[in-house]
Each structure stands twice: as C-alpha cells, then as structure tokens.
C-alpha cells in the first residue's frame, strides 16, 4: 500500500500555508512531519484525512481497498482528544467503533494495551490529559484501519505511555499499517522525516 500527495497546496485564512508539497508513505513505514510552528503539519494531516480542501496538488492511495475513500481507510488523531466527558471509558470506545464501524471485539484489549483497564468505568471527565490521550490511542486498536494521521500523538504521555504507543505503532507497521505523524519530539520508533516549512 502507498498513500502520496503530490504538489499539494493548502490556504488557510487566505494566506497560502505551502505550496507543491510532496509526501508518500508506503505500507511498514513511518513519516514523522516536522517543521516550525504554523510550517503547516497539522494542516498536511488534515488534507491526508479529508477534513480541508486542497487548494491544488492530489492525494492517492494504492492497493487500499478500492470501495474505501482514503479518510475510509485512514484514522485521524487529532490535538483534541474527542472523548465525549459524561461518557465512561468504556462507553466512549464503544460509541468510536459504532461511528467508525469496527467490529464487536477488541475494546478491552486496546485499552488494556494503553493501560486504561483499570479506569475503564470511569468517566472521560476523571481522565488526566495522559489518559485521555491514551483513551484516543485504543481508538487506533479498537478499530482496524490501516493509515494512522497522528497531530502530536505522544503529547501528554509519560515515558511508560510513550513506550507502549511506540510498540503499538510498530505493531502497526508490521502489520502493513502506515503511520503519519506531526511531531516536535521523537517517536520511539524508525521514521523518514518529512520536514516543511523554513529551515532555519
Ligand atoms: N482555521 C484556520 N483559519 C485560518 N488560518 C489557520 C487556521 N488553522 C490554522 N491556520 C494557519 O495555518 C498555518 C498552519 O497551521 P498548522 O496548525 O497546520 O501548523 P503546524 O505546523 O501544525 O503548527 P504547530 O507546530 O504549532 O502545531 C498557521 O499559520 C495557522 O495560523
């Protein structure tokens, strides 16, 4: 599988943020996005997960399943959380895999693979800003896709907690899976380095 964009251009606010902006990702591997605050990252991503229009350039996925639009295919981790706070642990899960329609199984295994078993009847609202970054992790496990977009994914962890997400995109990637990531702070992991914005 190859996810590509190719002379991407994005405007925000009427002000172009890049422009011919090229990134691929192949099944196995990595990319962490970096670059200065406002050189575009999480503007890249959200392009990737089809949550902003492109001013120019296109995006493409091979050997994806061709019924599935890309966004189909991919999860988006974002910089907010996206839990619902009167909900439980366990409930916010759930209400993820019906959205996204995963399948019936997997939920207690993915918060067990980010340490939140035992919190699991707690609401979202009692969540440390760790945990609740945690809690969006399990969402990647919950519910099988094989494009992760990742805004800052390890912000909020602990080294135990970033060491676990560093295994569980790993685990990822053996699988096939590929993995976007905007990052300021290394993953853990082997990554291609797709820096935008200035240099200096
Ligand atoms: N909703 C918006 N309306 C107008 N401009 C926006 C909007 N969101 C972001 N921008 C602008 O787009 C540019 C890129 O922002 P973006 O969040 O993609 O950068 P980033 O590289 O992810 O930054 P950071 O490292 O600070 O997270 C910035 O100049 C920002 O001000």
């Not at 990595?30 to 959200?46: E, H, Q």
């Not at 089809?50 to 050997?63: F, N, R, V």
């Not at 999860?75 to 759930?94: F, I, M, Q, W």
Request: aromatic share 4%.
């Amino acid at each position: 599988m190859r996810l590509s964009g190719s002379g991407l251009r994005c405007v925000r606010g009427g002000r172009e943020v890049f422009v011919g902006l090229d990134v691929m990702a192949e099944s196995g591997r990595a990319v962490a996005i970096t670059g200065p605050n406002g050189a575009g990252k999480t503007s890249l991503l959200r392009l990737l997960a089809g949550l902003l229009a492109m001013a120019g350039g296109s995006i493409g996925l091979e050997g994806g399943d061709p019924e599935l639009t890309l966004p189909e295919q991919a999860h988006y981790l974002g910089h907010r959380d996206a839990l619902k706070p009167a909900l439980t642990v366990n409930e916010n899960l759930s209400f993820w895999r019906d959205f996204l329609g995963g399948g019936k199984s997997g939920e207690s295994d993915a918060l067990a693979a980010v340490g939140l078993d035992h919190v699991a009847h707690l609401p979202a609202a009692y969540l440390s800003a760790g945990q609740r970054r945690r809690l969006s992790i399990a969402r990647l496990l919950a519910v099988k896709r094989p494009v992760w977009l990742l805004d800052e994914p390890t912000s909020a962890l602990d080294v135990t907690g970033q060491a676990a997400f560093a295994a569980i995109m790993t685990g990822h990637l053996a699988g096939g899976g590929i993995v976007l990531a905007a990052t300021h702070t290394p993953l853990g992991i082997a990554v291609q380095e797709l820096r935008i914005g200035r240099t200096a």
